[in-house]
């Protein structure tokens, strides 16, 4: 991939945000909140960390990502396109009859896309049965599986995370998108979570946490994960829902919820003040 | 050799442990019930591609998806009601749906697993499993189809759901039987009536043949190892000749084979038909053959049946 620079991380996944929000507003559902939390990490993924061939999705060297929070659609769309799987402008062809592009991701359907998710607590499990097929044909890709943190309120992750363990798992690495609201409002007054470190620590993992919207804090943690040894890695990142459009963050209306006319028109501005 | 008693899942094992040899891609997943699934012979031949996964169906099945994503066949094994119902909807999502190559391969179903109980008896693990588009259902007959089935699992690739019971129970096909998915074969040919089995109750069906034919009437005998796709045009031709129909199965009468051949005789020429089966109900703890005579899935039910039919013509 091209050496990016930090700054210029930032601005793609500015550019993600954008995308989120005129795909959402063009289908007039999807869900921008946790789309535009995930968008720095994704970036940083597709634009840096991640060994993979656009022009090739199947290349067997390749690292494997799953999104497990598959509602986030959207923006793992916006990458994969940003990326060159496909055209940018397919990506207003979201959610509708026909597109490749469900509101949910699904394997087979778009290239880029590993696995079939949008029923929470699964993605844990597929990413650690790539991974271990990875550790029994000796090939040397990564699995990144990206989480919501509300999704852990799913036994099933739970499940994974003791097998991941087990089966040392070191190819592995989990991301919780920390941005403590789910629909229902905050995760804490739903089911709590915390002390969420400690949690997946006691599993067995390392537990690495950062700031979600700080580029070398998540550039720094994926190298630290990469080269983890003996566990798999959770990399814990504190985000903000809807960050990046002043009237969507912290709120948890965002959840599943596209911008109106008014309001589309805040975002796109907002969003294109700050991109390059 | 044909009328021994042998335990399905035996064969099962012995066909997993001949994989570990002749197919490198082949894994093969438990979760913790290798022992009476029989997966532990795969895991005696070959260790290094056998997962156990703990106590942790759904799991079970999210990791076989990232297997097969990977290039591998997999096979993952519990019991039916814990391979089916636990973990239902992550068949659906991660297995059926991306069409993956895993084969969810149940042991302990119907209710001659007698004393455990209803908990453990599955009864509705077909019908939950044939309502998911892209996935084969099978039930072999005994033990040396279920051999065979199991060789050509392997060679299938998509995701199947294969049943089998726990008891030993007589053979009625020949050591070489040859299984192909989508195949039903007719293994008595008969004028009056067409009885449709699968699984165990097959053999059943032959002894219900048998007493048939005592009181003169001749009875076509199908065994419809694979439930989804169903053979159509074999039914198709038989109950053509025979005018009726009776199927039995060890499982609900509600979506199970009796549901799927009513499907299939909607769709076509409609006959009488009679279905043996489970009548909406749980099962209980019991022996075996105990169960069998409650529940209504005996010889006598099946002649009982088909005499129905027939009269129903």
Not at chain 1, 101 to 110: E, I, S
Not at chain 1, 138 to 148: E, H, N, Q, S, V
Not at chain 1, 224 to 241: F, G, Q, Y
Not at chain 2, 200 to 214: D, G, H, P, T
Request: glycine share 10%; with cysteine; aromatic share 6%.
């Amino acid at each position: 991939m091209t050496d990016y620079t930090v700054a210029e991380l930032e601005n793609i996944a500015n550019k993600l945000r954008l995308h989120v929000v005129e795909m959402t507003y063009a289908a007039r559902s999807g869900h921008p909140g946790g789309s535009l939390s995930a968008a720095d990490m994704i970036a940083a993924l597709y634009f840096k960390f991640m060994r993979h061939d656009p022009k090739n999705p199947d290349w067997d060297g390749r690292d494997r990502f799953v999104l497990s929070k598959g509602h986030v659609a959207p923006v793992l769309y916006a990458a994969l396109a940003e990326s060159g799987y496909f055209p940018v402008d397919d990506l207003l062809s979201l959610r509708q009859v026909g597109s490749k592009l469900q509101g949910h991701p699904v394997r087979g359907k778009v290239p880029g896309v590993e696995m079939s998710t949008g029923s929470l607590g699964q993605g844990l499990s597929m990413a650690c049965g790539i991974a271990l097929a990875g550790k029994m044909d000796g090939k040397d890709y990564k699995t990144i599986c990206m989480l919501g943190d509300g999704e852990l309120q799913e036994g099933q992750n739970w499940e994974a995370a003791m097998f991941a363990h087990q089966a040392g798992l070191t190819n592995l690495i989990a991301i919780v998108d920390r941005n403590r609201l789910q629909i229902t409002g905050d995760t804490e007054g739903a089911v709590g979570l915390e002390p969420l470190p400690e949690k997946w620590k006691s599993f067995g993992w390392n537990a690495i946490i950062i700031d979600g919207h700080n580029m070398r804090q998540i550039l720094e943690a994926l190298d630290k994960a990469a080269n983890a040894k003996a566990r798999p890695t959770v990399i814990i990142m504190k985000t903000v829902k809807g960050k990046g459009v002043s009237f969507m963050e912290n709120n948890a209306g965002f959840h599943g919820k596209a911008c109106n006319d008014e309001e589309q028109a805040r975002a796109v501005a907002e969003l294109k003040a700050v991109i390059q | 050799m044909t009328g021994e008693k042998l335990a399905q899942r035996n064969y099962y094992g012995k066909a997993l442990a001949e994989l570990a040899k002749e197919d490198p891609n082949v894994v093969v997943m438990d979760a913790d019930l290798a022992g009476s699934t029989k997966t532990s012979d795969f895991q005696k031949a070959c260790p290094e591609r056998f997962v156990e996964v703990g106590i942790a169906e759904s799991n079970m099945i999210g990791i076989a998806a990232g297997l097969a994503a990977s290039g591998k066949t997999v096979f993952a094994s519990t019991f039916g009601v814990f391979a089916t119902g636990r973990c239902w909807e992550q068949i659906r999502l991660a297995v059926a749906y991306p069409k993956l190559n895993v084969k969810i391969v149940a042991t302990h179903c119907g209710i001659s697993v007698g004393e455990d109980g209803a908990s453990h008896q599955a009864l509705e693990d077909v019908a939950i499993m044939r309502a998911l588009p892209n996935m084969v259902v099978v039930a072999p007959a005994d033990a040396y189809e279920a051999y065979a089935a199991t060789k050509e699992l392997a060679r299938y690739n998509g995701p199947v759901y294969m049943r089998m019971g726990r008891a030993d129970f007589p053979t009625i096909l020949s050591e070489d039987v040859e299984f192909h998915i989508g195949k039903a074969t007719v293994l008595r040919e008969g004028k009056d009536v067409t009885i449709v089995g699968c699984g165990q109750m097959v053999s059943s069906c032959i002894e219900a043949a048998e007493q048939l034919k005592a009181e003169g009437i001749e009875a076509e005998i199908i065994n419809m190892s694979t439930i989804k796709p169903l053979d159509t045009e074999t039914l198709a031709k038989s109950v053509a000749k025979t005018g009726c129909c009776v199927t039995a199965e060890e499982h609900s009468i509600i979506g199970g084979l009796g549901s799927a051949v009513a499907e299939a005789l909607c769709d076509g020429n409609w006959v009488p038909l009679e279905r043996v089966g489970t009548k909406d109900t749980f099962g209980e703890s019991g022996k075996p053959d105990k169960l069998m005579v409650k529940y209504g899935l005996t010889t006598a039910d099946i002649v009982t049946a088909a005499k129905k039919a027939i009269g129903r013509k």
